[in-house]
């Protein structure tokens, strides 16, 4: 990686290194649940992105499906039930 890379905050007090960078990218690589890229090969930081972004988009979606189907639940159950007041705290 370039030293063009390094950025400097808006303070101009920090900033992150090439090494900085690698290391998050290598925690990435290594939270991806079910990733595609091999942990044991080294993946190129875009690739390694990529997959974050795709993993965080498809827990957006399992999140909005999920907040459907309590919404869903919660309509046909009584509002003022203790199982309504509980699907309620999960939604908000």
Do not use: F, W
């Amino acid at each position: 990686m370039s030293s063009r890379r390094s950025r400097q905050s808006s303070s101009g007090a920090s900033r992150i290194t090439d090494d900085q960078i690698t290391q998050l990218i290598s925690k990435l690589q290594q939270i991806l649940p079910g990733t595609r890229i091999q942990r044991s090969n080294k993946a190129s930081a875009s690739k390694v992105l990529q997959e974050t972004c795709n993993y965080v988009r498809s827990l957006h979606r399992e999140v909005d499906d999920l907040s459907d189907r309590l919404s869903q639940l919660l309509s046909t159950i009584d509002s003022d039930s203790p199982e309504a007041s509980i699907i309620r705290s999960l939604i908000m």
